[in-house]
């Protein structure tokens, strides 16, 4: 009964190699996001689809890749792995209206080598 | 660009006493939200206010909202060793209430 997951949760691989991070929710929210946690534990937006249609699309290099095959679900790619990329990813979802909580996923931490 | 930014960064107290972590933010907001994130973990919703809103409280937690200084307080009263976690503030857009930004949090350690 989780009602935010992804996949997977931690993530070791290469620099220069290509990678995808699958998120669902069973929450029938219309709004997902993927956020990026550094070191600092900053935690900066990257995207934000609104039925399956992109909506935020902050300042990330044109390798990592969102692709929303439904409402349910929002996947990232990210495509020539670099050392930076290294940090934890969250899939958050919410519904849009007035009252905007987000609920969070677990996280996958990306180590790139 | 990063909205709110938390303060202190960290915090260290005794169990029973009580937390207060801060949170400056630069643009006009919609509403504000604190989460929480244990290690490890992603971030649970604790509580949102909304810009007419000067307080509001939910079990030991109070919040409280200073659009003027555009500032907002998280106490947390009677802490216990399990209040331990990084705590963040978020803030939205007047014109887009899903944009949500935070900041680095605030790391609270309370100790038994």
């Known amino acids: 009964d989780t009602a935010v997951s992804q996949t997977p949760k931690y993530l070791v691989t290469q620099m220069g190699n290509d990678k995808s991070i699958k998120c669902e929710q069973n929450l029938g929210h219309d709004t997902m996001y993927w956020y990026k946690q550094d070191s600092k534990k900053f935690l900066k937006i990257m995207f934000s689809y609104n039925n399956k249609e992109l909506i935020i699309n902050e300042t990330v290099p044109n390798r990592f890749s969102p692709k929303s095959p439904d409402k349910a679900h929002l996947n990232l790619h990210i495509n020539s792995l670099e050392l930076g990329d290294s940090a934890v990813y969250f899939c958050?979802?919410?519904?849009?209206?007035?009252?905007?909580?987000?609920?969070f996923g677990p996280g996958t931490r990306l180590t790139v080598l | 660009s990063q909205q709110g930014e938390e303060d202190p960064q960290a915090l260290s107290i005794q169990e029973g006493e009580n937390a207060t972590m801060n949170c400056s933010y630069k643009t006009s907001i919609n509403n504000l939200q604190w989460y929480r994130q244990n290690s490890g973990r992603g971030l649970v919703h604790l509580i949102l206010?909304?810009?007419?809103?000067r307080e509001k409280h939910s079990g030991r937690l109070r919040v409280t909202l200073d659009t003027s200084k555009k500032s907002s307080s998280l106490l947390i009263t009677a802490s216990r060793a399990a209040d331990t976690a990084s705590y963040f503030c978020?803030?939205?857009?007047?014109?887009?209430?899903?944009?949500?930004?935070f900041g680095a949090g605030t790391r609270l350690t309370v100790k038994p």
């Open positions: 978020a803030t939205d857009r007047p014109d887009n209430n899903n944009d949500m930004r």
């Open positions: 958050a979802s919410s519904q849009r209206g007035l009252a905007i909580e987000q609920f």
């Open positions: 206010i909304r810009s007419n809103e």
